[in-house]
């Protein structure tokens, strides 16, 4: 109901801020990472969420439309609540959480306080497959250092060539010679593709 806010900054915790718009002040529950990515400036936009219960009607901010994503991806979780998935993004950069589930990494959402082995293996299960096909992520993406191969990877994708079949490729033609150039990187793979 309720998407986003524009308005005055009117008192900032690291749990909480109020936002004026129009007279109206609204309290907005946030993450430590919305937190540290608000300013001090007077006027402010952010992303909101507003959760409907029987007793209540709560409003989540968010500095970013990325952490809003991921926040109603993990409370579509059974047995994960609203606090539970701020705690997680306070914990955890939605980055660090989207990474962890399309790795199956266990032990860094279990990490987060009040998360523990069933939850986190259950928000893993749940929201694996959202979370590839949403940010195309392949399943075995590994980190790598080769700057080459990055730029290269991003150029296909801008070609309209999907991560995960790009990287197979680039990796096959890396294979072959690591020392060729982003140009020779991209021309290969575009051969193979």
Not at 129 to 134: A, H, R, S, W
């Amino acid at each position: 109901m309720i998407t986003h806010l524009k308005g005055k900054l009117v008192e900032k915790n690291p749990t909480y801020v109020i936002v004026e718009c129009n007279g109206v002040g609204y309290f907005l529950n946030i993450s430590l990472h919305t937190f540290s990515m608000l300013t001090d400036e007077e006027n402010i936009f952010i992303y909101t969420d507003l959760l409907v219960k029987e007793d209540s009607h709560t409003l989540f901010g968010f500095a970013e439309r990325a952490e809003r994503e991921v926040f109603r991806l993990l409370i579509s979780v059974s047995g994960v609540g609203a606090s539970t998935a701020r705690t997680m993004l306070s914990s955890l950069s939605p980055a660090d959480v989207r990474d962890a589930i399309a790795n199956g990494d266990v032990p860094t959402i279990q990490s987060v306080k009040g998360i523990g082995a069933k939850t986190a293996q259950r928000v893993i299960l749940d929201l694996k497959d959202k979370i590839l096909k949403v940010y195309d992520i392949g399943e075995v993406s590994q980190q790598s250092n080769n700057t080459n191969k990055e730029e290269a990877l991003s150029a296909l994708e801008v070609l309209g060539f999907t991560r995960k079949q790009s990287e197979k490729v680039v990796d096959k033609v890396l294979s072959q010679d690591t020392s060729l150039s982003v140009e020779n990187i991209i021309k290969q793979a575009l051969k193979n593709l």
